[in-house]
């Protein structure tokens, strides 16, 4: 009843409050007067350490990070739901992961695909002589970040790489370019990939013709064909 006319006392006076809500306008000073207790004391210096927190990870972290930072970083020994409740009131949040995964492969219907010259035979007995290539996905605290690799078949290592925020075909250029550059290909070399729009459109082809790599591709909807 006190936090009740506490709030609304600049609206309305404080006598007439108390009287409606039958309590005592002396009970209510008297509270009003009391010192905050000592769990009210640590929860405020436990929300400006929270409040510290959350500003160093710009904004990103929700209640379970905050929570091991303040043990692991802090040597703070709190429960997770004290933290969550202090966060909820001083209306911090974290950033939240989409509910819904994003499509990496998409095709384009009027693009003619490559033939698969490779049929699922993932081996190789040189260095570049196959070239494997794919996108992935990387949820962060500020969203999804796109990985585009190439990946040498006779090795299993990663030669090209490139991450962005987008799915545009400079993704995937970049990361050739990058395997070109350390590699230097010969003619002939095979880039095996699906039919994502960004591995099937001019850009990209032209940009295999440019390092005399080969195309190949796998079938629609058959993650088998790319498995590597």
């Not at 600049?10 to 005592?24: D, G, H, K, Y």
């Not at 008297?30 to 436990?46: G, T």
């Not at 350490?49 to 703070?76: C, D, F, M, N, W």
Request: charged share 20%; net charge positive; with cysteine.
């Amino acid at each position: 009843m006190f936090a009740f006319v506490l709030a609304h006392q600049a609206r309305f006076p404080v006598t007439i409050m108390c009287q409606l809500l039958e309590v005592s306008t002396s009970g209510f000073y008297a509270w009003r007067r009391r010192q905050p207790s000592p769990r009210a004391h640590a929860d405020a210096a436990l929300t400006r350490r929270i409040r510290q927190i959350h500003k160093e990870s710009r904004g990103t972290y929700g209640a379970p990070r905050v929570h091991a930072e303040l043990r692991l970083g802090h040597g703070i020994r709190v429960g997770r739901k004290r933290v969550a409740r202090l966060m909820r009131t001083a209306g911090l949040v974290g950033a939240h992961r989409r509910s819904t995964r994003p499509v990496t492969t998409l095709r384009d219907c009027a693009a003619r695909p490559a033939p698969d010259l490779v049929d699922r035979h993932f081996t190789a007995t040189r260095p570049n002589q196959l070239w494997v290539a794919d996108i992935t996905y990387l949820p962060t605290g500020m969203g999804f970040l796109y990985l585009a690799v190439v990946l040498d078949a006779c090795s299993r290592r990663v030669i090209g790489w490139s991450m962005q925020p987008h799915l545009r075909t400079d993704l995937v250029v970049a990361a050739l370019w990058m395997a070109v550059d350390r590699r230097r290909p010969p003619a002939g070399t095979i880039h095996h990939s699906d039919q994502g729009s960004q591995y099937t459109s001019i850009t990209y082809g032209l940009r295999l013709r440019q390092a005399g790599l080969v195309a190949s591709m796998g079938s629609v909807g058959d993650c088998y064909d790319n498995a590597l």
